[in-house]
């Protein structure tokens, strides 16, 4: 099974740029999408960036602002944010999800934009 840990979230200005970062352990048979959602209070996880089968998606309100990346070898997948606003705020979650099914979600990096 898959574990994730996220790290780099934290407190900005609006305008300022910020990287999370996500690392996988343990054993998977394949990884098939990597991923970042969040969630802020009173509304629904929604997905952020996804990156599968060599091509990127973004939500339309992150798009030209966020870019992820990822590395099959080190399991990692990152997002870089740029140009943060205050509705970015958020809690941060990555995920994985693999060829046999197997979805595994880290467990969140708070990220506080402020005006």
């Known amino acids: 099974q898959l574990q994730l840990t996220e790290s780099g979230g934290g407190s900005v200005l609006a305008g300022e740029s910020l990287t999370l970062s996500c690392a996988a352990s343990?054993?998977?048979?394949?990884?098939?999408?990597m991923g970042w959602f969040r969630q802020s209070p009173g509304k629904t996880r929604e997905m952020v960036a996804m990156v599968g089968g060599g091509a990127a998606r973004y939500a339309n309100s992150v798009k030209g602002r966020f870019t992820i990346t990822r590395s099959l070898e080190t399991m990692t997948v990152d997002l870089q944010m740029n140009n943060r606003k205050p509705e970015d705020t958020a809690v941060y979650y990555c995920?994985?999800?693999?060829?046999?099914?197997?979805?595994?979600w880290g467990p969140g990096t708070q990220v506080t934009v402020s005006s």
């Open positions: 343990g054993t998977a048979f394949g990884i098939n999408s």
């Open positions: 995920k994985f999800s693999t060829l046999s099914a197997e979805e595994a």
